[in-house]
């Protein structure tokens, strides 16, 4: 099992900075890539960025050139540093694990999330 919660959320102005953190814990060893997803009311749960364990990256066209997605494995720690936020940034966001055990030949998958923070980007 892996158990993720997020922190740094909170209320900010609109082209404020805000830095989200992820702590990880359980069978970090076993995850294989790490994003934040976010989810507005009346919308979907949507990819915000990603990291692999070789730590590649990908980011919504949303939030290319603001987000920046980085990790801290000696403490299974992963960050979200946003900046220049706009109100349509606004949602809770959360931290997300995929990963895999092994046996033998045989993998089962599975994903973690985390509880989820709120942001806030007043006008």
């Known amino acids: 099992q892996v158990q993720l919660v997020e922190s740094g959320g909170g209320l900010v102005q609109a082209g404020g900075s805000l830095r989200l953190s992820c702590a990880a814990s359980?069978?970090?060893?076993?995850?294989?890539?790490m994003g934040w997803y976010r989810q507005a009311p009346g919308k979907e749960r949507e990819l915000v960025a990603a990291i692999t364990s070789g730590g590649s990256t990908n980011y919504a066209d949303s939030v290319k050139g603001r987000f920046t997605i980085s990790r801290d494995n000696a403490k299974n720690t992963l960050y979200l540093q946003m900046i220049s936020l706009k109100p349509e940034d606004t949602a809770v966001y959360y931290c997300?694990?995929?990963?895999?055990?092994?046996?033998?030949?045989?993998?089962?998958?599975?994903?973690?999330w985390g509880q989820g923070t709120q942001v806030t980007v007043s006008s």
């Open positions: 359980g069978d970090t060893i076993c995850i294989s890539a």
């Open positions: 997300n694990a995929d990963g895999r055990y092994y046996s033998g030949t045989y993998v089962t998958n599975f994903r973690s």
